[in-house]
C-alpha cells in the first residue's frame, strides 16, 4: 500500500480516536436532560459530541435529549438497568459500534435515532427502539435481543442483519408487521446462524410497484422465523405486495413458521397486477415453511414462483397457483426429500390456474406433493374455470410422487367438481393436463376430465411411470364415478409406459374420451367384482393385463399392438388386432357372444401354440379348449405368421419321425 495512504489511513483513525472518547453519564448530576450544557457526565462535565456514551449506574429513571438539533455519539454502551433515552431531539449514531447492552439489563431508546451510520446492537441484554427512527445504512443484531416497537419499515435502511444463535429481533407488542422494499432502494433483511425473528404479525417484501429487487433471508440451522402463533387478528406475507422479481430464501436447514390468527390472513407470492417474477424459495435439508393459513402462488401478478428445493419443505392450509388474473405462476418440488404437502384440514383447497392461464405445479428428481381435504365443499382443481388454459400438474422421474387422494372430492381438470353436491361444472377451459412420466407415481381419486382437449399423461416411454386410483366417499355418489372420467369426446388418457392400478370395483376409466396406448400399458386389478374400462382403447402400444383381479374392456377397442393377461381379463367385444401376440397366463374371458377374433400368435402360460385353428373355453366351439387359459363362448382364430406355421409343420414332422423310430 502507498505510504500515502497509510499515513491517511493513521490521520483518520487518530482524529476518530480523539474524536470518540468515551464520557459516563453522572447519576448524580443536576438534571436529566441530555444536551451539551447540563453538567451530566463525568462528575460534573458537559457533553462532547461524537463521544463514546456510557450509561453504568442503576436505578436510574429517564434521560430527556433537549439539546435543539439533537445529539450525537459515536456509541451507546448499558452495563445497568433502568436506562431510557427519550425526548423530542434526535439521537445521531455516528460510529460502527452502535448501541451495546450488557447480559441481564435492558435499555430503552425513545427518542429518534438518525444518522448514516446504521445501527448495531451488541451485547446480551435487551434493547428497545420505540421511537419513529430514521437513520440509514444496515441494523445489525449481533448479539442479545433489539425489539422494536411500530411497524418496521426499512424506508431509509438497506439491510437488516441478525445474525448469530444469541441474536433476536423482536416487536415490542402483537400488532406489528414489518416492510422490506418500500421504496424505489434495494433493501434486505437476513435472519442467520441461528438467529431469530419473532412476532410481528406481517411479513410486506416489495411493497409498491418501485419496489423491485428487494430480498428477505433465513440461512442456517436454529435459525427461526415465527409470526405469533395462537393469536387474533390479520397475520399478512406478501412476497411481491406490488413490486418485481423480490425473493424470500428459506435455506440451510432455518424454520420459517407464519400462523394464521382469526381474522382474514393472506400469504401470498405476487399480489397485485403487475407484481411479476417474485419468489419464495425453500432449499436445503430441514428447511422448511410452515403456515396453517392458505397460500396462493399469483393471486394477480403473473411469472410468480415457489421452489421447494434439496430437500426443503412447505406445509399450507390450502395451496392455489393462479388465482385472480395473473398466468405462468408455477410451484416447482425438486430433490429426493424436497416436500410441498396441503395440511389436512377443513379448509383444503387445491387448484393449479384457478381463472388463469399457463400455470404449473412440477414434482421432479425424487421430490413428493401430498396434497389433501377432509371438507367436501372444497375443490381440487386444474385449470378450473373459463378461459383458464394450459395448467399442468406434473411429477417427472423416479422417485418423484404426487398425492392427490382425500376423502371427500374429486379432481377435475377443466372445470369444478365440488364434494358437498357433487356438482359437476364444465367450463371451456383448454388444454388442461396432469402429467406423471419418467418412473414418477401418482396417487389419484376420482378424476373428471372436463373443458376441451384436457388429458392425462402416463409414462413418455421412460421408465414405468404408474397412477394408483383410490376409493373415495365422493365415488359412493351417483354423479361421481370412482375412477377416470374422460367426459368429452376430446378428453384423452395417453399411456406410454405406464402403469395404471386399482383395487376399486366399478368405472376405472369411462366417457365418452379415449385411452391412447402410444406404448405400453399396464392396468393392474386385485377386485374380484371387477374394474371396468368402458371407454374405446386405440393406438399402437401394448395392454398387459396385471395382478390377480378381473378387468372388464368393453369399449370397441383398436389398439393394435400386443395383449397379455395375469388374473382375469375379459373382453366384450373381438378387436384383437390379426397381427398381434396374445400371452394368457390368468384367463382371457372371451365375452363376445360366440365371435371370433384373429390373432397373429398365441402363448398360453408362456408356450407358443403352433396349431392353426380357434381356441377358447370348454362353452365354446373352438378347435382347441382349456378353462384353464379361457371362458366365455368366444374364440381366438390363430393365424400363425408363415414362418410361426413352418416351424410348427417342423416340429410335427420331427415328432412323427421320434414316434415311428420308436
Do not use: C
Request: no cysteine.
Amino acid at each position: 500500500m502507498p505510504l500515502r495512504y497509510v499515513l491517511g489511513f493513521s490521520a483518520l483513525l487518530a482524529a476518530y480516536s480523539a474524536q470518540a472518547a468515551p464520557q459516563v453519564w453522572d447519576n448524580g448530576g443536576v438534571t436529566g436532560n441530555w444536551n451539551t450544557t447540563d453538567l451530566n457526565w463525568d462528575a460534573g462535565s458537559i457533553w462532547t459530541n461524537n463521544n463514546d456514551a456510557q450509561f453504568t449506574g442503576s436505578g436510574v429513571g429517564p434521560i430527556t435529549i433537549t439539546e435543539v438539533g439533537g445529539v450525537s455519539a459515536a456509541s451507546l454502551s448499558f452495563t445497568a438497568n433502568g436506562y431510557s433515552v427519550g425526548g423530542a431531539e434526535d439521537l445521531t449514531l455516528t460510529g460502527p459500534a452502535g448501541v451495546a447492552v450488557s447480559s441481564g439489563f435492558a435499555a430503552t431508546i425513545g427518542a429518534n435515532i438518525a444518522g448514516s451510520a446504521g445501527l448495531t446492537k451488541s451485547g446480551g441484554g435487551d434493547l428497545t427502539i420505540n421511537g419513529n427512527s430514521t437513520y440509514s445504512g444496515t441494523t445489525t443484531v449481533n448479539d442479545g435481543t433489539l425489539y422494536h416497537a411500530g411497524n418496521l419499515d426499512l424506508a431509509n435502511n438497506t439491510s437488516i442483519l441478525v445474525d448469530g444463535g444469541t441474536s433476536v429481533l423482536r416487536t415490542l407488542t402483537n400488532t406489528n408487521g414489518i416492510t422490506i422494499g418500500s421504496g424505489s432502494s434495494v433493501q434486505s433483511l437476513t435472519v442467520q446462524g441461528g438467529g431469530q425473528l419473532l412476532d410481528f404479525t406481517s411479513i410486506t417484501l416489495g411493497a409498491t410497484a418501485t419496489s423491485n429487487g428487494n430480498s428477505i433471508t433465513f440461512d442456517g440451522a436454529g435459525t427461526l422465523a415465527q409470526v405469533i402463533i395462537n393469536s387474533s387478528g390479520n397475520k399478512n406475507l406478501r412476497v411481491g405486495a406490488a413490486g418485481d422479481s423480490n425473493i424470500l430464501t428459506v435455506s440451510g436447514g432455518a424454520t420459517f413458521n407464519f400462523q394464521k390468527g382469526n381474522g382474514t390472513n393472506a400469504q401470498i407470492i405476487g399480489d397485485q397486477a403487475g407484481a411479476d417474477n417474485n419468489s419464495m424459495v425453500i432449499t436445503g435439508t430441514g428447511s422448511s415453511y410452515l403456515t396453517t393459513a392458505p397460500l396462493t402462488v399469483g393471486n394477480a401478478g403473473s411469472g410468480n414462483s415457489l421452489q421447494v428445493l434439496a430437500g426443503g419443505s412447505s406445509t399450507s392450509q390450502r395451496l392455489a397457483v393462479g388465482s385472480g388474473g395473473g398466468a405462468g405462476n408455477s410451484v416447482l418440488v425438486d430433490g429426493v426429500g424436497s416436500l410441498v404437502y396441503v395440511a389436512p384440514s377443513s379448509n383444503g383447497v387445491f387448484t393449479v390456474g384457478g381463472t388463469t392461464s399457463g400455470n404449473s405445479l412440477t414434482v421432479q428428481n425424487g421430490g413428493s406433493a401430498n396434497l389433501n381435504s377432509t371438507r367436501d365443499n372444497r375443490l381440487f382443481a386444474i385449470g378450473g374455470s373459463e378461459g383458464s388454459d394450459n395448467n399442468v400438474v406434473t411429477a417427472t422421474g423416479s422417485g418423484s410422487s404426487l398425492n392427490l387422494s382425500h376423502t371427500k372430492l374429486a379432481i377435475s381438470l377443466g372445470g369444478t367438481v365440488i364434494g358437498a353436491t357433487n356438482a359437476v361444472t364444465d367450463s371451456t377451459g383448454s388444454g388442461n393436463r396432469l402429467d406423471v412420466l419418467s418412473g414418477a407415481s401418482a396417487t389419484l381419486t376420482p378424476v373428471f376430465l372436463l373443458g376441451t382437449s384436457s388429458a392425462i399423461n402416463l409414462g413418455d416411454g421412460t421408465g414405468i411411470s404408474t397412477i394408483t386410483m383410490g376409493a373415495n366417499e365422493a365415488s359412493t355418489a351417483s354423479t361421481i364415478s370412482a375412477g377416470i372420467s374422460l367426459t368429452k369426446s376430446d378428453s384423452r388418457l395417453y399411456i406410454d409406459s405406464g402403469r395404471l392400478v386399482t383395487a376399486v370395483d366399478g368405472n376405472l376409466v369411462s366417457g365418452s374420451g379415449e385411452v391412447v396406448l402410444s406404448g405400453a400399458a399396464y392396468i393392474s386389478t386385485t377386485s374380484v367384482a371387477g374394474s371396468n374400462v368402458t371407454t374405446v382403447i386405440s393406438g399402437g402400444g401394448s395392454l398387459t393385463k396385471e395382478d390377480t383381479g378381473l378387468l372388464v374392456l368393453s369399449g370397441a377397442n383398436s389398439y393394435t399392438g400386443d395383449t397379455t393377461v395375469t388374473g382375469t381379463l375379459s373382453l366384450q367385444s373381438a378387436y384383437l388386432a390379426d397381427a398381434s401376440t396374445i400371452s394368457v397366463f390368468g384367463v382371457l374371458d372371451l365375452d363376445t357372444a360366440g365371435a371370433t377374433d384373429d390373432v397373429g400368435a398365441l402363448y398360453l402360460g408362456g408356450v407358443l401354440q403352433t396349431l392353426p385353428g380357434t381356441y377358447g373355453s370348454l362353452a365354446s366351439a373352438a378347435d382347441y379348449k382349456s378353462d384353464t387359459y379361457f371362458s366365455g363362448t368366444g374364440m381366438l382364430q390363430l393365424v400363425p405368421e408363415p414362418g410361426v406355421a413352418l416351424l410348427g409343420g417342423l416340429g410335427l414332422l420331427t415328432l412323427l419321425r421320434r414316434r415311428r423310430n420308436a
